[in-house]
């Protein structure tokens, strides 16, 4: 189950780094990428307080606070993180 899920995540990393997303990121584009890639990969597990406060502050457009907050969320489960370039 652990190597589907990280196969997954690696060809899903893949993709989202490809074509559309050879431009760089806005702020808000780039905290809406990170929360729904916590979304995608969080989905069978308990809700995240944390988490949702995160994506919380990407809807109220403290993309820093949402941004930072969500990519230590990302890399504590080792999920690698869009590019922002």
Do not use: H, W
């Not at 929360?35 to 990407?58: G, H």
Request: hydrophobic residues 45%; charged residues 20%; proline residues 4%.
């Amino acid at each position: 189950m652990r190597l589907l899920r990280t196969l997954t995540l690696a060809g899903s990393v893949v993709l989202l780094s490809s074509g559309a997303f050879a431009q760089s990121l806005s702020d808000q584009d780039y905290c809406q990428e990170l929360s729904s890639l916590y979304r995608m990969f969080a989905r069978f597990q308990t809700a995240n307080a944390v988490a949702a406060a995160a994506m919380n502050e990407c809807d109220k457009g403290n993309f820093a606070v949402g941004i930072t907050r969500l990519e230590e969320i990302l890399n504590g489960r080792r999920i690698p993180l869009p590019p922002r370039k």
